[in-house]
């Protein structure tokens, strides 16, 4: 959302995407500002067909770190588009990203293209990924072995 919180640069950024999508013809909803409980956003996304992630600036700027919502998105409905961020780049090499809006749309028109098998394995394939690697339990295994 939009978080004032120095950088409010993303603004911009999601609504450039946002026109496109909307211009796109195809059916989308975005929850911005929403309120939107932990519990409602897992269902949002789990029963979403494709989860769209977008960056801060300063994030496609610095290629760090990738947000939370990466991984909320790929551990539960495990089929997702992002613009490009190397660290989520290095961690997930086969999430399609792009930085320009209407690359953004094809590549979710070319998502939707796929069979409902193709897309639920892509997805089964993504979800498995983050629980065997990229869980918090991950995370302290790999503080605990330094």
Same mark, same amino acid.
């Given at each position: *959302?939009?978080?004032?919180? *120095?950088?409010? !640069?993303?603004?911009?950024?999601?609504?450039?995407?946002?026109?496109?999508?909307?211009?796109?013809?195809?059916?989308? *909803?975005?929850?911005?500002?929403?309120?939107?409980?932990?519990?409602?956003?897992?269902?949002?996304?789990?029963?979403?067909? &494709?989860?769209?992630? &977008?960056?801060?600036?300063?994030?496609? &700027? #610095?290629?760090?770190?990738?947000?939370?919502?990466?991984?909320?998105?790929?551990?539960?409905?495990? #089929?997702?588009?992002?613009?490009?961020?190397?660290?989520?780049?290095?961690?997930?090499?086969?999430?399609?990203?792009?930085?320009?809006?209407?690359?953004?749309?094809?590549?979710?028109?070319?998502?939707?293209?796929?069979? !409902?098998?193709? #897309?639920?394995?892509?997805? !089964?394939?993504?979800?498995?990924?983050?629980?065997?690697?990229?869980?918090?339990?991950?995370?302290?295994?790999?503080?605990?072995?330094?």
């Amino acid at each position: *959302g939009w978080v004032n919180n *120095g950088f409010d !640069e993303k603004r911009k950024i999601m609504m450039d995407i946002f026109i496109e999508f909307k211009k796109s013809g195809l059916n989308c *909803g975005f929850f911005v500002n929403k309120n939107l409980s932990h519990e409602q956003e897992n269902l949002l996304l789990y029963n979403s067909k &494709i989860s769209l992630n &977008i960056h801060d600036a300063y994030q496609r &700027i #610095l290629g760090k770190d990738t947000n939370e919502r990466t991984f909320k998105s790929l551990g539960l409905n495990g #089929l997702m588009i992002s613009d490009k961020v190397t660290q989520l780049e290095n961690l997930f090499p086969n999430v399609r990203t792009s930085n320009d809006p209407a690359a953004l749309v094809k590549l979710t028109k070319e998502y939707l293209s796929l069979t !409902e098998k193709e #897309l639920n394995d892509i997805k !089964e394939e993504s979800r498995q990924n983050v629980l065997d690697n990229h869980c918090y339990t991950n995370r302290v295994e790999q503080l605990l072995a330094l």
